[in-house]
């Protein structure tokens, strides 16, 4: 089912037109209460979903709550392991403006400056690394492709090939992984270096 739907003209939803994005949880009180009521309101919304919620407070205190139901076949406790999946987007962005700092980068010019094989004059080519980083490059990831599936598994390299643009450049918000994966392929060629290493380096150490 298409993920990007048309409202009329220019406008563009994630939500099509029947459908209402989940209403906001407001909770009052102490930084305490308001994670007790918000873990409590997301139980009942997840219904026999599991989930794990933390929440670090100002003054270092650790707040924990899970939203597993008594008698639940796999319980999710604060020790449940889970994939990090887009998470990793947050290390990639903060590596990318580090290296923009230091100069090594422009987030402002188009990628093609980094990946020649894109071709200066394609309009994949003209996206800049921003555009990609608050995913309004256009980029459309087909998600009967999964990235890390198929030939040469999540390779970066394969970025390229798989990249789609689907919507003009900096007109609308379209969730893109494969955006995130031309961002690491850029900090790998700009850096010289294996990605990991340098969001490592740069980041997590």
């Given at each position: 089912?298409?993920?990007l739907h048309?409202?009329?003209?220019d406008?563009?939803?994630?939500?099509?037109?029947?459908?209402r994005p989940p209403s906001?949880?407001?909770?009052p009180?102490?930084t305490?209460e308001?994670?007790?009521?918000?873990a409590?309101?997301?139980k009942?919304?997840?219904?026999?979903t599991?989930?794990?919620?933390?929440?670090?407070?100002p003054?270092?205190?650790?707040?924990?709550?899970?939203?597993?139901e008594?008698?639940?076949?796999?319980?999710?406790?604060s020790?449940?392991?889970?994939p990090?999946?887009?998470?990793?987007?947050?290390?990639?962005?903060a590596?990318?403006v580090?290296l923009?700092?230091?100069?090594?980068l422009?987030?402002?010019?188009?990628?093609?400056?980094y990946?020649?094989?894109?071709?200066?004059?394609?309009?994949?080519?003209?996206?800049?690394?921003?555009q990609?980083m608050?995913?309004?490059?256009?980029?459309?990831?087909?998600?009967?492709h999964?990235l890390?599936?198929?030939?040469?598994?999540?390779?970066?390299s394969?970025?390229t090939?798989?990249?789609?643009?689907?919507?003009?450049?900096?007109?609308?918000?379209?969730?893109?992984?494969?955006?995130?994966?031309?961002?690491?392929?850029?900090?790998?060629r700009?850096?010289?270096?294996?990605?990991?290493?340098?969001?490592?380096?740069?980041?997590l150490v």
């Amino acid at each position: 089912k298409p993920y990007l739907h048309w409202q009329g003209g220019d406008v563009f939803s994630v939500f099509d037109a029947e459908g209402r994005p989940p209403s906001r949880i407001e909770c009052p009180g102490t930084t305490a209460e308001r994670f007790a009521c918000f873990a409590a309101k997301a139980k009942e919304r997840t219904n026999e979903t599991s989930a794990a919620l933390a929440v670090m407070t100002p003054d270092g205190a650790l707040l924990q709550a899970t939203t597993t139901e008594p008698g639940q076949a796999v319980p999710t406790t604060s020790e449940t392991l889970f994939p990090l999946l887009s998470v990793t987007k947050m290390f990639t962005a903060a590596t990318a403006v580090l290296l923009a700092q230091e100069g090594v980068l422009d987030l402002q010019r188009p990628i093609a400056t980094y990946l020649p094989e894109l071709g200066a004059d394609s309009e994949l080519g003209r996206v800049t690394l921003h555009q990609l980083m608050t995913h309004t490059a256009g980029l459309v990831d087909d998600p009967a492709h999964p990235l890390c599936q198929g030939p040469g598994g999540g390779a970066l390299s394969n970025a390229t090939l798989r990249a789609h643009v689907g919507a003009r450049p900096g007109t609308v918000f379209l969730y893109s992984n494969l955006g995130y994966a031309l961002v690491g392929l850029i900090i790998e060629r700009t850096t010289s270096r294996p990605f990991e290493q340098v969001v490592r380096e740069r980041v997590l150490v």
